[in-house]
């Protein structure tokens, strides 16, 4: 199923949940809604349920308005963030209760419950309570219960937060395969951009009830649009720092204090001349290097594969993803050498990228 | 050396016993005089006289029991007045039971024009000393029993009247009550319900009473022990044996004139005393969720 959203707004009193998103989804696309909390994902999900009316705009469902349509009669499955099953009621009986309410024959919702709990693995579990099963239990009791009615549209609400990160990779996997096999159009909420990085066929970033930006993950990730999507995209986060472009030579400068870095005419020519600008650069794209600028390390952090170190280049910091092997330590001093293909610039005004438009 | 450090060992035991044993001290002292109210009545029910704790036959000596004073329950007024009360407490439980967890569910779940000050009313018309209003309902009830049909079972000397009065009155309570329990449920599940197809009232019933059924049974716990026991209510707004619930049947024992029995109104008072504690040894545990559950609602 489509679905489109238009000027969709939501109000309470002087409190903005929603300012006019406009955003469209393919039928059996997989689309996340990324952003921190409190930026307007979760009020943006339940007016699609049909839980919030929305105070302006439209909900459009393959082109039709369904704005004053009931929840119940949209047809969709939504995983919640605390799984929302029915204490009082068995697995069997959760996971049968849309079907129940669809008046569905007995035996042919028996059979649909079973087929949906094995497909789940949890039916062997039919006449336990919620509160007999573990969390990853209960988070594909709550999956089964929002498949097993065939919705034309699946909502997940932050839905693999609450379980532990070992189960939250195994279920990632999951859900998107789940989802891919039965070509169901999804919306998933969540505030881990990795979550939404590997999940998602395109991504929607939310800031302050706005819509940021809505693109590939790719592309959000190697043409951020705002300051906002350079920061919150990708972990560990993009490096920011203050720099005036100027052309010397034929060549573009980027410089700060203890600062001068050599970038692209294709990518310098933007910011130049613009006065001060704010350069982004990935810490993958940074390297410590013989020559190029000088810092001091002031702390390392294994990750295993990398070592997150933090380098003070003059009053600024950068952070740089460094091979263990070299064996840094904290206090001394390196060179660092930037991959400047993949430098940014941003207005610092407005926020908004030099590089790419719209 | 040795000796000392035992010394100080043992006084240090003595003083940690007397430390343990203090609290339990104040609360016997505290509670005995109610112990002894109840051993007064049982021993009472069953004796001529008594004096202190003593059962005192008719010549004026100790001991001597009788079951003289039982002898109320071959009366068929104790009977009908055992089910005037009877009527009044589940009247009480279903009345204030059902309209509560209907009325709360709106004020928990529901935006309408009002709530606020719905609720705050509420809490004040609770605060409220129901003695003050006696005439005005008087007044109300005799309005009542002029409405044909209605009147008959609703007005002024009837049970209906009385249960109707007693309802309303703690309503306020109930609903605070309630909401309370509402308030302490999350409303993913709701949403979860409606998603599932469910009509809001289907939610309410399938979803949401069955999880606040503890709270449900509390309230009716507590509703029935407010309705057997109600004596100010049904006192003022009846007249004669005949719609009178047990504790006013009992205040009628008690002549101005005539010298009162009073071991057996004892043992009226010890009859009508056998449900509640049925009761309460039933859904002690229910009871003490209505003030963990309830005390938790804020607005």
Not at chain 1, 17 to 29: C, F, T, V, Y
Not at chain 1, 242 to 269: I, M, S, T
Not at chain 2, 161 to 179: E, F, Q, Y
Request: glycine share 8%.
């Amino acid at each position: 199923m489509k679905v489109e959203l238009e000027n969709l707004t939501k109000r309470w009193g002087n409190v903005v949940g929603a300012d006019s998103m406009n955003l469209d989804i393919k039928d059996a696309e997989f689309v996340a809604f990324l952003g921190p909390s409190g930026c307007g994902k979760t009020t943006t999900l339940l007016m699609v349920a049909g839980i919030y009316k929305p105070t302006a705009g439209f909900i459009l469902f393959d082109g039709q308005v369904v704005n004053h349509m009931a929840p119940k009669d949209r047809n969709i499955g939504m995983v919640f963030q605390s799984y929302a099953l029915y204490p009082h009621m068995t697995v069997f009986q959760n996971i049968s209760y849309p079907l129940k309410l669809k008046k569905v024959p007995k035996e042919k919702m028996q059979e649909q419950t079973q087929r949906v709990a094995d497909m789940m693995g949890i039916g062997h579990l039919m006449d336990r309570k919620p509160a007999q099963l573990s969390g990853g239990q209960q988070q594909r009791v709550a999956l089964g219960r929002a498949l097993v009615k065939e919705p034309d549209l699946l909502l997940f609400d932050e839905p693999l937060s609450n379980l532990d990160a070992r189960l939250r990779l195994t279920m990632r996997a999951e859900i998107k395969r789940l989802q891919m096999d039965m070509g169901i159009t999804s919306i998933y909420v969540t505030h881990d951009q990795v979550e939404a990085m590997t999940m998602a066929d395109r991504i929607a970033i939310m800031k302050d009830g706005q819509l940021q930006a809505y693109g590939l993950p790719e592309e959000l990730y190697d043409q951020p649009r705002t300051l906002f999507v350079a920061g919150f995209v990708g972990s560990p986060p993009m490096n920011l720092v203050n720099v005036e472009v100027a052309r010397e030579n034929g060549e573009y400068h980027a410089r700060r204090e203890g600062f001068d870095v050599v970038v692209p005419a294709e990518r310098g020519e933007k910011a130049a001349s613009k006065g001060n600008v704010t350069l982004g650069i990935r810490p993958e794209d940074v390297t410590v290097a013989d020559g190029g600028i000088s810092g001091e390390i002031y702390v390392v952090e294994p990750l295993g594969r990398d070592d997150l170190i933090t380098v003070h280049v003059g009053d600024a910091s950068v952070h740089v993803l460094a091979d263990p092997t070299l064996g840094l330590r904290m206090g001394q001093a390196v060179t660092l050498g930037f991959n400047t293909h993949k430098v940014q610039f941003f207005d610092p005004q407005t926020e908004k990228s030099l590089l790419w438009t719209d | 050396m040795a000796t000392i450090t035992f010394e100080t060992e043992s006084r240090y035991g003595a003083r940690r016993f007397l430390g343990r044993a203090l609290p339990y001290v104040l609360l016997i002292i505290s509670i005995s005089p109610i112990v002894l109210g109840y051993a007064w009545l049982i021993i009472a029910t069953f004796s001529y006289r008594t004096e202190g704790l003593f059962p005192i036959d008719a010549e004026g000596n100790v001991g001597g029991w009788t079951l003289r004073n039982w002898e109320f329950l071959s009366d068929p007024a104790i009977w009908r007045v055992t089910l005037t009360s009877f009527i009044l407490a589940v009247g009480m439980v279903v009345g204030v039971g059902f309209v509560s967890s209907m009325a709360a569910y709106a004020l928990s779940r529901m935006n309408f024009a009002g709530r606020k000050s719905f609720l705050s009313l509420t809490l004040i018309l609770h605060a409220f000393p129901s003695v003050t209003l006696l005439i005005a309902i008087f007044f109300v009830l005799n309005f009542l029993s002029k409405i044909p049909a209605i009147g008959q079972w609703f007005g002024y000397n009837t049970v209906g009247g009385v249960a109707l009065v007693m309802i309303s009155l703690d309503l306020p309570l109930g609903i605070w009550l309630m909401k309370g329990f509402f308030d302490n449920l999350s409303w993913d599940m709701e949403r979860a319900a409606l998603i599932d197809g469910a009509s809001r009232f289907r939610v309410w019933w399938e979803i949401i009473i069955p999880l606040i059924k503890p709270g449900l049974a509390a309230l009716a716990i507590f509703n029935f022990l407010s309705g057997w026991s109600a004596f100010l209510i049904p006192f003022t707004f009846t007249v004669g044996t005949k719609v009178a619930n047990m504790p006013v049947y009992m205040r009628q024992l008690i002549s101005d004139t005539a010298p009162t029995n009073w071991n057996m109104i004892a043992a009226v008072g010890m009859f009508q005393l056998i449900p509640v504690l049925i009761f309460f040894i039933f859904t002690q545990e229910m009871l003490l969720s209505v003030y963990a559950g309830g005390s938790k609602g804020g607005t």
